[in-house]
């Protein structure tokens, strides 16, 4: 059986409008894909540059945390240093008395300044 003439062209008519429509929902997709494509290269790079900024915040703080121990050592040989400059004078002070004392001996008593005397005594009281 053949188709009216007008049947058969609407029918093809409805093919092609068919065909097109699924070809521009085809183009539309993959437009959508690519788009999709590229966000996600976006957060794979914007998760690169997280990781590599936690990678140098972590390295920084590994080099804050040698830095300290460095410090804390100096503080404790000048602490260190300070109370044997304590000891030092204290001892020459009474090394001065006993010779007063003892009047063994006619040597000046060694002689400290006050500001340096002073300040061996605050580092001491620090400790």
Known sequence: MSCPSETCDHAEANSEAAIEALELENQRLR???????HEM???RINTLENKLEAAEAKKANLALDVEIDLLKRKMEENRSLAFKAYQATKDAIELGRQRRANKE????IP?????????????????
């Open 41 to 43: 290269i976006g957060l």
């Open 31 to 37: 437009l959508e894909n690519q788009s999709l494509r």
């Open 111 to 127: 002689l400290i300044p006050a500001r340096v005397f002073n300040l061996v005594v605050r580092l001491k009281n620090r400790l």
């Open 105 to 108: 001996e006619k040597a000046p």
